[in-house]
């Protein structure tokens, strides 16, 4: 079975710059979740998606940061403009069952973004 | 708001050496409580969760137990091999925010031949 597959790895901007982060899911998981990891710190959720509906972006930054599922399935993350404090790795992960407080969360490699 | 905490580390131990990594967490209702495990240069994996209180989570030899009355959620392991070695986050999902998790900042474990 895939994975969470996450693109690109690696991506260095300049600030001011646009850019966007991309998520496959595992197939058939109903929920997707993007998080942002700072060096030293645990994963801090910004948005959650149960199928296309976000049902959870209260700690995304909508001022710069955009996301969309589009169909339910892979996810896009953007952030534009980038501001040098938007350096971290960027985690996506998905879960099977909507709302249960007890699913296990599947995470792909993360995106680490370097602001110059 | 929900928070966990974890042991400071990094954690340096010697094969075959006992581990423990503290966790403690704050919740207002009743959450279900995870162990994920980061090996280097890979993402995020469940390592062991419990769901209600006095629940024993365990696998590949670790094992911690949801304590309620002192907000717990320990991860400890007998004896730890070099292929322990990698950032351990105590983690809980919050029943008021159904599939909301917090996350602690992470303890590194080393472990030495």
Same mark, same amino acid.
């Given at each position: 079975e895939a994975g969470v597959v996450?693109?690109?790895r690696? *991506?260095?901007?300049? *600030?001011?710059?646009p850019v966007a982060f991309w998520c496959n899911p595992i197939s058939g998981h109903n929920t997707l979740y993007w998080y942002r990891q700072n060096l030293g710190q645990g994963p801090e959720l910004l948005i959650r998606y149960e199928n296309e509906e976000a049902v959870d972006d209260s700690q995304l930054p909508k001022?710069?940061?955009?996301? #969309?599922?589009?169909?339910?399935?892979?996810?896009?993350? *953007?952030?534009?403009?980038? #501001? !040098? /404090?938007?350096?971290a790795v960027y985690l996506c992960a998905s879960s099977e069952n909507s @709302?249960?407080?007890?699913?296990?969360?599947?995470? /792909?490699?993360g995106t680490r973004l370097t602001v110059l | 708001g929900d928070s966990v905490t974890q042991?400071?580390?990094p954690v340096t131990l010697s094969e075959e050496a006992f581990l423990t990594i503290n966790c403690t967490y704050t919740a207002t209702g009743y959450p279900s409580l995870f162990w994920y495990?980061?090996?280097? /240069? #890979? @993402? !995020?994996?469940?390592l062991l969760k419990a769901t209600k209180a006095?629940?024993?989570g365990s696998n590949k030899g670790f094992e911690a137990t949801y304590r309620k009355e002192t907000t717990s959620f320990h991860?400890?392991? @007998?004896?730890?091999?070099?292929?322990?070695?990698?950032?351990?986050?105590?983690?809980?999902?919050?029943?008021?925010?159904?599939? *909301?998790?917090?996350?602690?900042? /992470?303890?590194?474990l080393t472990v030495k031949p």
């Open positions: 996450q693109s690109p690696y *991506k260095i901007i300049e *600030k001011k710059q001022d710069r940061f955009s996301a #969309e599922r589009l169909k339910g399935v892979d996810s896009t993350l *953007k952030i534009q403009p980038a #501001e !040098l /404090g938007d350096s @709302g249960s407080v007890s699913d296990t969360q599947y995470f /792909g490699p | 042991m400071e580390g495990v980061q090996y280097p /240069g #890979e @993402g !995020l994996q469940l006095d629940d024993k991860l400890e392991k @007998g004896s730890v091999q070099v292929s322990d070695s990698a950032v351990y986050f105590c983690a809980l999902s919050d029943r008021t925010n159904a599939g *909301k998790s917090t996350f602690g900042d /992470g303890t590194t």
